[in-house]
């Protein structure tokens, strides 16, 4: 006897089912059932997986082992009838009718829903099995089942399962009559939650995480038993002992569904093409590229890769795709929206032809396969970066140039991770917020570790507590399992026919897109193509400084116009000067830099992929730079390797060479070696790589490598598996780092006014990159109500250089629309405030803002004496009958005498209005009251001894590499210093590292080149002291009363009269959470 | 918060995360408004001891008018140290302030603790009482003490900071009264009788009784309570007395409810040579609402709680118990026993499946095999199934250790015997056994 299992719900029905569809498909295979059915409510998103995970598990076991089919279906969950509904598509035209319904049902409802009527269902479900699940008394059920009937006569079923309450029998007898009356078969079904009986428990978490109750709290909400798992055909024979025609039918419903996901055929949108066949096209665009890049003709080299890819593509049947993106670009370019392929697209010259990718093949090594090949079975990718501020129009016109109906978002899979499973776990398990804070506390960033024993301990927890053994054991399960769908960074699927005859679209949270229900890996599995529109700050920069440099009468440049091979620019980089520079502005590539000391592009690629956790965790960072120093002889481990990491001096940097050792080392075939790397990012469920370890290790000492080169290559390839640069993604980087160094090279107020325009992005703050600016030499101007506007603007002064006008946009909490009505109104310019009042229309608040950044100076008003004039001013419109500023008599006041500010409160004002200050730096004020200390500037000609150091923090950083390290970036009015703290030395100072934002720092000074470290031993909160700034110091009576905050009735974050909750508000640093 | 939170840098209004970060070990408990103010309220009553006036400030503070009572402690500066003195023996720490206007006190006690001499127009403004925005403001524009602002021209003050600025400072400055309002004090609810005869009757305690518990119930229809417990106090010539307690099985207040409750109290007084004062007291009391009463009446109701409180006069009020549903699969955890008086009849137990109305120990039987026995004993009883239904399985709930199911999972069956008794069997699987767990109806 054989038994089909036709209702199962898997955890991507969220916080429900309980368990992977990976694990119900195994375990659905070890049981011996001859087909598993998917079903999850109103969703087709775990089927995939199902699909990949019995792939996965018949390329291990071989063709000749028994493997239950996949049926792919969905439990249809309505809103007028309490029958649920197992869908069961037939074939390709009933699966496309069911994602159609799919789509219907959610598009109607908002993200996450799906609001489903039975009429749906008798108009859309045409070549499905249907199977009824009754799910109040039975004779609820009958009219519906009897209405679907008459609609599709041979397909509805009455689904039974037991319910194993005791009354299961009289159940079963009942279902019977049921099915005899409506004429709809009788089909034994398990309802099934979970691949195994142990699962329970997370089922009851799941179902308390749904509820918002705890665990003591769920009742009968609870599972009674463990018995809604996958059962073997035994046991359902012998619960339906006296009903063998339903179990029979299951095979039966199963052998009519023939529909597998592997028939789903992509096309590619062919209005690409027009009349022209799509390949002739490419061809023809190729050879026009060929043109348009090589204008003093190709070189041979160049040709015979064009038309190798040619072939490929043709091959393969890659065209359209080509010309897809290939259309998005122009249409971007068009828009003057500036765009750049990224990852391993450079990696072809087509791309470059193309004009996708802008790095040219003389530069790097094209691994075309790392692109497309034919072994690997899967489509190519291609990712676009856009303008970050326009690439909502990018998408906009895809929607609207192919429809909702056929393009849509890749969705993400958002899964639990420690942090996540700890705190919902444990709020669930009864766990006090205290705890559950301290499990999770330790987790920086994202990690699939759970909670670590040693960590409890610490804690004082008592692991043999059954309570929390319980927890820290369902913490390890729940890790890994959906949670909900997302929107996919920017993943466009593209089809020719319909898309949602491919896959359900539903709405995603962002008004005005539509996701599908799949996520990167899944289109992937099914060999679907996708379009990544992803944006980048740094384009949205580059083409600011790009307008500027023309607006004020220079070159109009672009990406590819930019001259290459600039003395000057990589002059600026050797000495670590790139604020703002893409990619090397963080802090350990800048003390990288001098280090490296770029003199080419392609220095500049191996500078972008080096400071990586890939590189870093395989321990390639010191041999690398030491060669290149020449410290250390370039040595190859064998002659064949020379070939592949010639380039890199012998120290294997880029993924690309990852896969060729395992090719020419490892003895892998490439499609092996691609595995290899893929098995390291996406696959890590299915626990295969052992082996693959074992063979690798295992073929490079046959090979007579060394055993401690083969680990370390090992490890590397596994750094690289979520962390690694493609070479090509490396040079597609290194050319936006290149012509954004070369911009803050030549043109740096351009540079620095984009990039405040752009903001937020990059790694500094307004305050750094202004201040960055003025080190250069550039003047920057204040906000003025006659001279600015919303952005920041470039003027040319009397001496013909530029000066930098800040823009209203620097203002905290200032309107766009505010802005540019100052600008429309502005004629021959404001007089007094009132003026704005009346002629911009500007709201009193609006003016205050103003006030308090001192853009009423041109008018010979003070802050204060601005601000005082302003509060006078309460109505949100003019009256009518004072309307006449000439005329209108107003209120004569007295003339009064405001105290004036100091240069620490005009100081401090400026950074409440803008976190930022023309005047001077805190620490210039602050420094006669503290002594001892070496300024910035003087660190990198300072005695190597004991130096004590004080400065605003501008960074915080704690690399997941690092092991515990903290970065700290301080800053002074003289310039920045690096301060490392070791873990140890942060336990001691934990508040002040984590809460100071002026810090006093003790240690001793280590110098390498122009790099200079400040290794800390004693670190000093002194936030209190920018209290003193906004004060007169002599002032009688107690400015702070540190008990004053907890005054009544005054929210304390609002008010801030705390000093060290002031200087927090002011001075506000980027920090790691 | 404690003083040591207060030094590792956390402050009210933090969020907890950051608090966190401050100080790792550190320890939460979530905040009791109501105990923080049934606190407040204790404390104002024993400031009484200083001036029959005490009012609340806000959600922490306690404001007392001490006109005319400060010398009876040697001024105000000495009523102040012995306020100090005798808060900090019971290990509270407070802010105290004391000036001519609620104003200026509220302003020393909140920004110049500790410091004596201190004047008004020295304070920061936030000392005005003002909300945080305009307190901001006003220190935007460089005013920062309370002498800045009184030194500006009141038109202009008012036309950029709102009548609110000048209202406070009056206030502070005693120019416009500002009234505290004392607390309320609780109603007593009681009354008594005093007669120039003594009596002795049963009839005429019960006489005495009504009219006081006329009054009683008169004062607590006013404040819409009723009693839970009351009290009747006689007091005996010779100076004796004797106490009568009735509880309630729910607030009441209609006196002719009560009276026959007494009438079995009343019957054990011992009057001796007379009773010369009675008094009646509601010692605890609830709110009982005005209720509209329809045709239909809730009489039974009423009469099930009169019932209660009859038996509970006999049998000790705690001893009436009733069951709750309880929301559990497990039968033993599906209902609760609770005191009738002190608990409200659940309209819903919810059936999920046929339970017995019996439960047992479970007692174990001998038997074998996965299905019900055909015969076995059960309490010297020899019995033969006749009819079996079953099973449902029941697991035991894993977060939640019982000893009972230790046994593991249970397969539950319903027998129908021939003898005409119904039982519930169950069967443990993973530690095979019989045992009879309940008995139907």
Not at chain 1, 48 to 69: F, H, I, Q
Not at chain 1, 559 to 571: C, E, G, L, R, S
Not at chain 2, 262 to 276: E, K, L
Request: aromatic share 6%.
């Amino acid at each position: 006897m054989s038994y089909a299992e036709l209702c199962v719900t898997s955890n991507f029905t969220f916080l429900r089912g309980a368990s992977h569809p990976e694990e119900l498909v195994t375990r659905a295979a070890d049981l011996g059932l001859s087909a598993i059915a998917i079903t999850d409510r109103n969703s087709l998103a775990g089927v995939v997986r199902a699909y990949s995970a019995l792939k996965e598990l018949r390329r291990e076991l071989g063709d000749a082992a028994l493997l239950p089919k996949l049926i792919v279906g969905a439990r249809l969950i309505l809103r007028d009838s309490d029958t649920h509904w197992i869908a069961l598509p037939h074939d390709r035209a009933a699966y496309a009718r069911l994602t159609r319904l799919l789509t219907l049902g959610k598009r109607r409802a908002p993200k996450g829903a799906c609001f489903l009527d039975l009429r749906d269902l008798c108009d859309g479900c045409a070549g499905m099995s249907l199977i009824a699940l009754p799910q109040g008394a039975l004779r609820n059920s009958r009219a519906d089942i009897a209405r679907l009937r008459t609609c599709f006569p041979s397909d509805v079923f009455v689904g039974a399962a037991p319910r194993y309450d005791g009354t299961d029998q009289a159940y079963l007898a009942a279902c019977s009559q049921l099915a005899h009356r409506t004429a709809a078969p009788m089909v034994a079904v398990g309802d099934v939650l979970m691949h195994h009986g142990s699962r329970r428990q997370l089922a009851d978490v799941l179902t308390c995480m749904r509820h918002h109750i705890t665990i003591d709290q769920i009742g009968t909400r609870a599972l009674p038993n463990a018995e809604r798992r996958l059962k073997p055909a035994a046991d359902m024979q012998r619960l339906f002992a006296r009903h063998p025609a339903a179990l029979r039918r299951t095979t039966e419903i199963a052998a009519q569904c023939s529909f597998c996901l592997s028939e789903l055929s992509y096309e590619y949108p062919d209005e690409v093409a027009g009349d022209e066949p799509p390949q002739d096209r490419l061809a023809r665009l190729a050879q026009e590229g060929l043109g348009r890049r090589y204008p003093h003709g190709a070189p041979d080299r160049a040709l015979a890769q064009v038309q190798k890819e040619l072939a490929l593509v043709k091959q393969l049947n890659f065209p359209a795709y080509f010309l897809t993106v290939h259309d998005i670009v122009q249409f971007a370019r068009s828009q003057g929206i500036l765009c750049q392929g990224r990852g391993s697209a450079a990696n072809s010259i087509l791309c470059y032809l193309l004009g996708i990718t802008d790095v040219s093949p003389e530069v790097i090594t094209m691994v075309v396969e790392r692109f497309v090949s034919e072994h690997r079975g899967e489509p190519p990718d291609i990712d676009v970066d856009f303008e970050h501020e326009r690439r909502e129009e990018v998408i906009q016109h895809i929607y609207a140039k192919y429809g909702r109906h056929r393009a849509g978002l890749c969705a993400t899979v958002i899964h639990f991770r420690s942090r996540a499973a700890i705190r919902e776990v444990g709020k669930v398990m009864g766990l006090s917020h205290d705890v559950t804070a301290n499990l999770s506390g330790q987790i920086w960033g994202q990690s699939n570790g759970g909670a670590d024993p040693k960590r409890i301990k610490e804690l004082g927890l008592d692991l043999s507590n059954a309570r929390l053994a319980q927890t820290i054991k369902l913490i390890g399960d729940i890790i890994g399992f959906p949670r909900h769908l997302s929107q996919h960074v920017g993943g466009f699927i593209i089809t020719k026919g319909r898309l949602d005859e491919l896959c359900p679209i539903e709405n995603a949270a962002m008004d005005d897109r539509t996701i599908i229900e799949w996520d990167k890996d899944d289109i992937d599995a099914l060999g679907i193509l996708k379009v990544d529109i992803l944006s980048l700050g740094m384009l949205t920069c580059i083409r600011k400084s790009f307008d500027l440099i023309a607006l004020h009468g220079g070159q109009t440049y672009s990406i590819a116009t930019v001259p290459q091979a600039d003395t000057p620019t990589f002059d600026m980089l050797c000495v670590a000067d790139a604020v703002g520079v893409f990619q090397v502005e963080s802090r350990a590539q800048m003390n990288f830099l001098p280090r490296m000391k770029p003199r080419e592009f392609y220095d500049l690629v191996i500078e972008v992929a080096i400071v990586r956790p890939g590189p870093i965790q395989g321990g390639m960072v010191h041999p690398y730079i030491n060669r290149r120093q020449g410290k250390e002889p370039v040595a190859f481990p064998s002659k064949e390797l020379e070939e592949v990491l010639g380039k890199t001096l012998g120290v294997p940097l880029f993924q690309e060479q990852a896969m060729q050792i395992a090719v020419v080392a490892a003895g892998f075939t490439p499609s092996e070696a691609d595995k290899l790397r893929r098995s390291m990012a996406t696959f890590r469920r299915m626990g295969t790589i052992g082996q693959l370890r074992d063979k690798f290790i295992g073929g490079m000492l046959e090979r007579g490598y060394e055993p401690a080169f083969a680990e370390s290559c090992f490890s590397q390839i596994e750094g690289f598996g979520e962390y690694g640069f493609p070479e090509s993604h490396a040079a597609a980087f290194a050319m936006l780092a290149y012509v954004s160094s070369w911009l803050k090279c030549h043109h740096p107020a351009a540079f620095a006014c984009a990039l405040l325009n752009s903001q937020p992005m990059g790694f500094y703050a307004p305050a750094q990159i202004v201040r960055d600016a003025r080190e250069h030499g550039i003047e920057v101007r204040p906000i003025c109500v006659n001279n600015s506007t919303w952005d920041n603007t470039l003027e040319r002064r009397a001496d013909g250089t530029l000066a930098l006008r800040l823009g209203f946009r620097q203002i905290k909490g200032f309107r766009e629309e505010d802005a540019a009505w100052i600008v429309a109104a502005r004629g021959n310019g404001y007089p007094d405030p009132e003026a704005l009042w009346l002629r911009a229309g500007l709201t009193p608040s609006a003016l205050e803002r103003l006030a308090e950044a001192d853009a009423y100076a041109d008018m010979g008003l003070g802050r204060r004496n601005a601000l005082w004039q302003v509060k006078a001013i309460r109505a949100p419109k003019p009256l009518p009958l004072f309307n006449d500023p000439l005329d209108g008599e107003g209120i004569v006041e007295p003339k009064i005498d405001l105290p004036a500010m100091h240069l620490g409160e005009e100081m401090v004002e400026d950074y409440v209005a803008m976190r930022l200050s023309l005047r001077a730096h805190p620490m210039e004020l602050l420094r006669p009251n503290m002594h001892g200390l070496t300024p910035h500037a003087e660190l990198a000609t300072a005695p190597l001894q004991r130096t004590h150091v004080c400065g605003l923090v501008i960074t915080r950083q704690r690399p997941g590499t690092a092991s515990g390290v903290i970065f700290l970036t301080l800053e002074d009015e003289t310039g920045v210093s690096n301060v490392v703290v070791w873990p140890k030395v942060y336990e001691r100072f934990r508040r002040a590292v984590m809460g100071g934002r002026l810090l006093r720092v003790t240690g001793h000074l280590q110098r390498e080149g122009i790099v200079v470290h400040l290794i800390a031993q004693d670190v000093q909160d002194m936030s209190h002291h920018l209290g003193e700034l906004g004060h007169p110091m002599d002032e009688a009576i107690g400015i702070t009363q540190p008990q004053a905050d907890d005054a009544p009735r005054t929210p304390a974050v609002k008010t801030a009269r705390h000093p060290r909750e002031q200087a927090k508000r002011l001075f506000p640093s980027r920090d790691f959470h | 918060m404690n003083a040591q939170a207060e030094r590792a840098g956390l402050h009210r209004g933090m969020g907890f995360s950051d608090a966190r970060a401050f100080c790792r070990d550190l320890q939460s408990r979530p905040a009791d408004v109501r105990s923080d103010q049934r606190f407040l309220h204790s404390l104002a009553r024993w400031s009484e001891r200083y001036c029959p006036w005490v009012g609340l400030d806000g959600d922490d503070g306690l404001v007392l008018n001490i006109a005319g009572s400060a010398h009876l402690f040697g001024g105000e500066s000495a009523m102040l140290g012995d306020m100090r003195h005798r808060l900090a023996r019971t290990g509270l720490s407070a802010r105290l302030g004391v000036a001519d206007t609620r104003g200026a006190a509220w302003a020393f006690a909140h920004f110049s603790a500790g410091q004596t001499g201190a004047r008004l127009r020295d304070l920061p403004v936030a000392a005005l009482r003002l909300e945080a925005k305009t307190c901001t403001a006003l220190q935007r524009v460089g005013l920062r003490h309370v002498s800045d602002v009184m030194a500006l021209p009141r038109a202009s003050v008012a036309r950029r900071f709102g009548q609110d600025v000048l209202m406070r400072l009056d206030q502070a400055l005693g120019d416009i009264p500002e009234e505290i309002s004392p607390l309320q004090e609780a109603p007593r609810y009681a009354a008594q009788m005093s007669f120039p005869d003594p009596i002795g009757t049963g009839d005429d305690i019960m006489a005495a009784a009504e009219r006081l518990l006329a009054q009683v119930c008169m004062r607590l229809k006013t404040q819409e309570m009723g009693a839970r417990i009351l009290q009747l106090t006689l007091r005996r010539v010779d100076q004796k007395s004797q106490q009568v307690e009735l509880r309630l099985a729910a607030p009441l207040r209609d006196a002719k409810r009560i009276l026959p409750l007494f009438q079995r109290g009343v019957d054990a007084v011992d009057p001796g040579f007379g009773i010369d004062q009675i008094q009646l007291q509601a010692t605890r009391v609830e709110p009982l609402e005005i209720q509209q009463i329809d045709h239909t009446g809730s009489k039974v109701a009423t009469k099930l709680d009169d019932l209660i409180t009859r038996i509970g006069v006999r049998v000790g009020l705690d001893n009436v118990q009733r069951f709750l549903p309880a929301d559990s699969h497990i039968p033993e955890r599906s209902f609760l026993t609770a005191s009738a008086a002190h608990s409200r009849a659940s309209g819903a137990w919810v059936h999920l499946r046929t339970r017995p109305i019996r439960l047992f120990g479970p007692d174990p039987i001998a038997a074998q095999g996965t299905r019900p026995p055909q015969t076995f004993r059960w309490r010297r009883m020899f019995l033969t199934t006749a009819r079996a239904t079953g099973p449902e399985r029941i697991a035991p709930e894993w977060w939640f250790s019982d000893d009972n199911w230790r046994s593991g999972v249970r397969d539950y069956w319903r027998v129908e015997t021939r003898q005409g008794r119904r039982l519930w069997l169950f069967y443990t699987p993973q530690n095979p056994g019989w045992f009879v767990h309940g008995e139907f109806a």
